[in-house]
């Protein structure tokens, strides 16, 4: 990986300043450079949220002193990086002014997975909102009745109170002669927004999914149901942790780091509403209703909510259940009269974006009994029929979407994103056909299951050793790719300037992440009494689970064999759940009760779940 340098003159005195960008935090001996970093407003990867563990805020020491590195950093360096002086930031507190270098960026033009199922019966101007065209009558010396009560008249329904000094500020000024037309958007049985003129052909609203690791977001045509336009970008509070537990964690540690976290989701949603819409032709002020679907950590985040209940037993959230209010009231923008619905949780850590899911794929409509696989940060599971559900949740942790992977990355422009061997060696394909920058969850996923595949992994994910590729003819081709001294193979040729590779630790990542999944699902299928060949299908979905090859999903054990004709990938069922929200009728209520007939499996507390995920750490013979 390339990092930054320069010869520029740039001698701060009590400034660490970050390269490129020139931007800079005071000294202050008490936080590491990480701290100093986000002080600053530099993006620097940090996964672990600062603990020292997964060795991915990497830098390089352009100026100024720094104390030695000891073994828990120099570890979670390859000999490479640690004789180029790369160095980990959340080791080091400087007692003194440094120029740092930042690692180049290799994230540019992020593919996220923006489309998904969506199986619902849309009727125009039945969902979360509608528009309506009203004749107003002029007053006059004999009806002198406020405006505002002239609008409601027409309306057959009150203001709501909720939006009352918007609606009042809309409200236009009478003409001398005649009835006037306006046109207001109705919601939850009140008018919310009001118009001059005629404004029905201009009708929009925007699906949010909010992801622990992305952020989608989608501009729908009210009127006909279609989704016009989409924008996305890896979620603005990562470098905080790329886990949910990270970040209510960071919250806790200084006044004011909600706060910093909640304001860095809302801006963001500002951008790619305002992004997508440009890109739909509309203006962020036409967006009249924003439903959002997420997990359950994610929400109270993006409201400012004390979240730190959901890190320790029993587990219990602030909230699971929100009713609609005016986009502005949180700090979103839109039009003015803007509503905002949050898709309700089951639990905190079987959210919204798995309610969304089931509402998406019509699972709760339906005879079959299905199971949806959200195979995420955090790993959701819920499965039935219309009769009722069971679900759990299990902390995968990011390697499945490329985070804690020596050289992962979010799926964009040179991103490995599938791996294949066969008679003639071993293949790779990167996003856009780029050069290779990293690997991200899909190859990540491909790529375990090649190396296990050929018994370069072991059932155990160790590595074989030296002999083994040269004694053994399977593994002799591959033997130049494999660098036993510190434990990598080798995707890209060796010595490639655009080097790619997977690390014995990174193995051992990929295995905690499926063992989480695969023993939750056998847990579930357990604590029910179900067998994995009583499901009639098997929705995966998640933000990149398009992109996954099922063969691998089953040759590293993530899934059960039994599932393989069962298996459809549904994309991203969250935002597909979130646009239903917006335009079908009752979706928020169907959701609602989603939650009654749901029975929520704690996974900490199952006898056997320890024994299943030790079990599911191997790979399949």
């Known amino acids: 990986m390339d990092y930054y340098s320069t010869s520029i003159d740039f001698s701060p005195s009590g400034l660490i300043a970050f390269l490129p960008g020139g931007r800079t935090a005071e000294l202050d001996g008490e936080k590491t450079l990480l701290d100093l970093a986000r002080t600053a407003g530099v993006e620097l990867t940090g996964p672990c949220s600062g603990k020292g563990t997964c060795g991915k805020c990497k830098i390089r020491i352009l100026d100024g002193e720094a104390p030695l590195p000891d073994g828990d950093e120099t570890a979670l360096l390859t000999d490479e990086e640690a004789r180029a002086g790369i160095r980990l930031a959340c080791y080091i507190r400087p007692e003194g002014p440094m120029k740092i270098g930042l690692a180049a960026k290799g994230e540019e033009g992020h593919r996220i997975q923006s489309d998904g199922i969506m199986n619902y019966d849309f009727v125009a101007g039945e969902g979360l909102a509608r528009k ?19 609008v409601a008249a027409a309306a057959g329904r009150p203001l709501s109170p909720l939006f009352l000094p918007g609606l009042l500020r809309a409200l236009p000024p009478a003409p001398a002669e005649g009835d006037y037309f306006v046109t207001v958007t109705v919601s939850g049985g009140a008018v919310i927004a009001i118009e001059p003129g005629d404004t029905r052909n201009r009708f929009f609203g925007a699906a949010v999914d909010i992801g622990t690791t992305t952020v989608v977001v989608s501009i729908v045509d009210m009127n006909t149901g279609d989704e016009i336009a989409a924008a996305a970008a890896p979620n603005a509070q ?14 806790t540690e200084a006044a004011g780091n909600k706060a910093q976290l909640q304001r860095l989701i809302l801006e963001q949603l500002d951008i790619l509403i305002a992004e997508a819409s440009a890109a739909a032709g509309a203006g962020p002020g036409e967006i009249s209703a924003i439903a959002i679907a997420a997990n359950t950590s994610m929400l109270h985040l993006l409201l400012g909510v004390d979240g730190r209940s959901i890190a320790v037993a029993p587990f219990a959230p602030a909230f699971v259940s929100f009713p609609p209010v005016p986009a502005a009231s949180i700090g979103l923008q839109g039009s003015p009269g803007a509503i905002l619905a949050l898709i309700p949780s089951i639990s905190s850590y079987v959210g919204g974006d798995i309610t969304a899911g089931v509402l998406a794929t ?4 339906s005879d079959e009994t299905v199971m949806l696989i959200d195979i995420g940060t955090n790993g959701e599971i819920i499965f039935g029929n219309r009769n009722g559900f069971s679900s759990c949740s299990c ?23 599938s791996v294949e061997a066969d008679g003639n060696g071993l293949h790779i394909r990167t996003i856009d056909g780029a050069p290779p920058a990293g690997i991200c969850g899909s190859g990540i996923v491909d790529a375990v299951a090649v190396l296990a595949e050929l018994g370069i992994v072991g059932t155990t994910g160790r590595f074989a050793k030296v002999k083994d590729f040269e004694e053994n003819e399977r593994l ?22 655009h080097e790619v590779y997977i690390l014995q630790k990174d193995v051992r990542q990929v295995q905690l992440a499926k063992a989480a999944i695969a023993a939750a699902i056998e847990a ?4 029910t009494g179900a067998l994995a060949s009583d499901l009639d299908r098997v929705y995966i979905a998640g933000g990149f689970g398009r992109h996954l090859r099922l063969e691998s999903l089953i040759r590293i054990g993530l899934i059960p064999a039994a599932f393989r004709d069962k298996v459809v990938f549904a994309g991203n069922t969250s935002k597909s759940g979130a646009a239903l929200a917006l335009l079908s009728p009752g979706a928020i209520e169907k959701a609602e009760a989603l939650r009654a007939i749901t029975r929520y499996y704690e996974l900490s507390v199952y006898e056997r779940y320890d024994e299943l995920f030790i079990k599911e750490m191997g790979f399949p013979k």
Do not use: Q, W
């Not at 990562?238 to 919250?251: F, H, K, N």
């Not at 990355?409 to 490995?416: D, F, L």
């Not at 579930?524 to 604590?527: G, S, T, V, Y």
């Open 132 to 150: 309506e065209l009203l004749r107003v009558e002029k007053p006059s010396l004999h009806d002198s009745r406020a405006a505002a009560e002239r």
């Open 238 to 251: 990562r470098g905080y942790g790329e886990d949910v537990i990270s970040r209510i964690l960071y919250t």
């Open 362 to 365: 019509g699972m709760d409509t």
């Open 395 to 417: 902390a995968a942790g990011p390697a499945l979407e490329g985070m804690n992977i020596a050289c992962g990355i979010v799926a964009s422009k040179g991103a490995v994103e």
């Open 476 to 497: 002799a081709p591959y033997a130049k790719r494999f660098d036993a001294e510190n434990k990598r193979f080798f995707l890209t040729e060796p010595g490639d300037s």
């Open 524 to 527: 579930l299928l357990n604590e």
